[in-house]
Structures are given as C-alpha cells and as structure tokens.
C-alpha cells in the first residue's frame, strides 16, 4: 500500500513526487501513457520563481543546461524586463515540456519513485482508512491519499465530486507540429481572430505551428483539414503543412476548482485551473502548487502535524491560482487586433514602459509578489525567502542550499541566543551564519534584516525573529506540529 498515489506524471505530478520522496514518503504515480516521451512539445517554458524552487531542490542547473534563459514575461506586446529584480535568476527559461518532463521523470527516478506508465485510473472508491483506485484491465492500487494530477478534463477530480466553476471557451486555438512544402513567415502574426505564428524546431525540418480559428472549435479532435483551413484564413496561405506529428486545440476557457482539497482527494496543476496559455504560468503554477502541498501531505502522514494542515493548501494556493487566471484572461484580451483592442493595446504599451506598472506585472507573471497570509508582522513574512550568501561555520553556502532536503530551516543570524526548538530539533534545520549584504524583495524594495527567520520547507518565510524569540513555539506548531517532549 503506498502512502500517496499521483494520478499523472506531469511536471505538476512529478513535482509533487519528489518533494514526497524527499520527505521519505511512499509514492506512486499512475500514468495512461504508455511511457514518459511526449509526441508534442507543449508548454514552452517557466518563469523566475519556478527556477527558484527548482535551485531551492538543487536541480535548477539541470534545466537551465538545456534550455535558455531569456527575459520571458509579456504583458501585451510589452517584453517586461526584470534584470533588476533582486533574484539569483532575473529571466525565464525558454524549455519545451517535451524536454522538462524526462528530467524530472530521471530525478523521481534516483529518489526512487515508481511510474506505472499504461495504468489508466477509471475511479476510486473512499472509505475511513484510504482510497481504493480502480484502472482499466482490473487493476486496484491502495492508498492513505489521492492526488490529482492528471491534467484539466481530471477524472479524479470528476469523481470526487470536485465542482469547476469559471467561464466558458469564447475561441479556440491549434497547436501542432508539422512540416511544410513552402516556408512560412518569421514572426507572430495579430489580427482579428488572434494570434499565428510558426518556429523552427531542433531538426530544421519540422515547424510548431499555433493559430487561433475563426470559429470556436467543436470538441472533436482536430484533423489536419481543420489546421489548413485555420492557416488560409489567416494568411492566405496554409504553405503546404504536411506530415503532423501531432495536432490537438485548446480553448480559452478558464475554470478552477472550487476546492483543491476533499478529504483524501487532492488536486495539482491543470486539474486544478486551466486558462489559456497567455503570460505562460500554467507550468509554473503546478510545480508551486506541488512544493505547496508536498510537505504538508507529509508531515500529516508522517503523524507530526494534524490533518487540519492540508487545509493551508487550499487556503494559500487558491487565491495565487484565480490572480493568474484573471491575469490570463486580461492577457487574451490584448491578443486581437481590431481598433478598439489596438487602442487599449497602445494604452497599456504606454504603462507597461512605466517603472511601478512593469515591475507589478513583472512579479506578478513570476511569481514573485505571492504573499501568503500568516498574520501581521515583519514584511519577510509570508513572502519567498531570498537566496544569500552566507557565511556559516562549515564555509560559505547559498541559503538555497540549505532547502535541498525540502526540511524547514532556523536561520539565526544575530549573535547566538535563546532561540529555543529542542521539542522540534527532529524536523526543523539550525543554521546559524552571517550575512552583511542588503535584505530587497521584489516590489518592496530594501526592507529591515532580521535577527532570525523560521521558513518552511517550500522557501517561504513563517516567522520573523527581531531581537527574540517572541512568537516561535507558536510558528513551529503551527506549520511543523506540537514539540516532542524532552
């Protein structure tokens, strides 16, 4: 019997899977497919705070190796540079998810997790002590937790009852990989409909190809006739696109789930949002949400907090998921050129190169602005932990390094004092050090170093030490569970 079971072996799903192993938790994840290889390439990339969590994993260099680093955020046709945002990684990573996923299929892997590629999940059935999933052929796999992860039509989430509430599709758009007999423009193409264009795959050979049709699209899966029709009606030409590999439409429909958490049922990435793909923070929002939840599952399993914990999930990640829902509708606006988009288009072109509304919008599409509410109190609280230098007595480190094992770490950088966690020695990391630089956050700018900080395993901060220890036995419960008696 596994401890968790993972229904999808997405990034979101395999996120999740490592940040579970790490915890030494027994997890399992089932996968329709066949094998990990993705016959398309997918999402394209992720945004600054992505690759944070990733260096927080210390497996950042594996994917900064093979892809490239760009200045990725877009708010209409503004490129919003963040070079000057205090952050260890001021850009985006240009990735396809076709070359992501066998890096994180590879670290599970080493942790030691098992993928059952071909188990199909039909459903489950729930009692008082777990979840039994039922997949195609017969198969049953037992489990204290279920998570879902298997994208927006979720059947997990279906068959948990999990209503997905939001606004429908308004137009459509295909995606496809294919070759042609006559080369295509450079470039993206805007027009009334909404956005074109094609780019050059590795091979030389071979063209991904977006292109927004002028009618909503039927639900049937779409055939090459519907891409060629789709492309003559934006340039007049469908330049002789030949051979798909693959070819699939998605919508501009945006949903949420109205809970991310029933009981024993959990839902991560896509199968707890969808929304179109403008601003490009659907990969980033699922791995976030995997780091969210990953060490809460955890340590409720592990017996040392209260199930009352997975409540934070929801809590914490709803309202980051419904801001870059919105944020996506707004970009999708912006994506039609007829004259009253492009007066609005110009509107916002002209704000966007202002100072104040690039670097909000900036942080926004990073994830750099997410402030969780854990009460009044120092401006680190709640916020991601930034990434110094440190001097410690072991030698120089990154605080990120610190977070590799995914444990909560006591930072103490004051003289050392009476910062008193014996009863949570067992769970949370002492690290005293110095650091002499300036504390910057995104947006907030230089704010007051602190003599102590408590962060949770997912880099965000729980408690700010400012002279004592006032308020840590109280923050140390609350997130890692009652002391254990000496």
Request: one cysteine or more; glycine letters at 12%.
């Amino acid at each position: 019997m596994a401890d968790v079971v993972i229904v999808g072996s997405g990034p979101a799903g395999m996120m999740l899977a490592g940040e579970l192993a790490l915890a030494g938790v027994n997890v399992e994840i089932l996968e329709r497919r066949p094998t990990g290889e993705l016959a398309e390439s997918r999402a394209g990339g992720f945004h600054c705070r992505t690759i944070e969590i990733l260096d927080q994993r210390g497996i950042a260099d594996l994917f900064l190796a093979a892809g490239k680093t760009a200045q990725t955020a877009r708010f209409g046709s503004t490129l919003l540079d963040i070079s000057d945002f205090p952050t260890r990684h001021p850009y985006g990573l240009g990735l396809w998810q076709s070359h992501m996923q066998p890096i994180l299929e590879d670290w599970i892997n080493q942790l030691g997790v098992p993928v059952h590629h071909g188990r199909e999940a039909i459903g489950f059935d729930l009692d008082e002590t777990g979840v039994t999933v039922k997949t195609a052929g017969g198969g049953k796999f037992r489990t204290e937790y279920l998570v879902g992860a298997d994208g927006g039509r979720s059947l997990v989430r279906k068959a948990a009852g999990i209503d997905f509430p939001g606004w429908e599709a308004t137009r459509s758009n295909l995606i496809a990989e294919v070759e042609v007999s006559r080369e295509p423009p450079a470039g993206t193409l805007l027009d009334e409909a909404g956005v074109h264009g094609f780019s050059l795959l590795e091979d030389g050979r071979t063209y991904r190809v977006i292109t927004t049709e002028r009618q909503l699209g039927s639900r049937n899966d779409p055939e090459l006739g519907d891409l060629s029709d789709a492309l003559t009606a934006a340039y007049g030409s469908d330049f002789g696109v030949h051979s798909p590999t693959s070819i699939s439409r998605f919508t501009d429909a945006t949903r949420q789930a109205a809970t991310y958490r029933k009981g024993r049922v959990l839902l991560v990435g896509d199968a707890a949002h969808v929304h179109y793909p403008a601003g490009g923070q659907g990969i980033g929002l699922g791995l976030q949400d995997a780091v969210n939840l990953g060490w809460k599952l955890a340590q409720v399993l592990q017996g040392s907090s209260p199930d009352s914990l997975l409540d934070t999930y929801h809590a914490e990640r709803h309202p980051v998921g419904l801001r870059a829902l919105k944020h996506s509708m707004a970009q999708t606006a912006l994506q039609r050129i007829d004259a009253r988009t492009a007066a609005l288009a110009d509107t916002v072109s002209e704000l966007m190169h202002m100072d104040q509304p690039r670097r909000h919008l900036a942080a926004l599409i990073h994830g750099l602005d997410i402030a969780y509410d854990l009460g009044e109190g120092h401006p680190l609280l709640g916020r991601r932990m930034p990434d110094l230098d440190l001097d410690t007595a072991n030698g120089p480190t990154r605080f990120f390094e610190l977070l590799h094992a995914a444990k909560p770490v006591l930072l103490s950088l004051a003289e050392p004092g009476p910062l008193e966690i014996a009863p949570w020695k067992d769970r949370v990391h002492r690290v005293e050090a110095r650091f002499t630089g300036t504390w910057r956050l995104p947006l907030l700018g230089e704010v007051a170093a602190p003599a102590a900080v408590l962060v949770r395993p997912d880099g965000y901060v729980a408690w700010v030490g400012e002279g004592s220890d006032e308020g840590l036995a109280v923050a140390l419960t609350r997130w890692f569970g009652p002391g254990t008696p000496a």
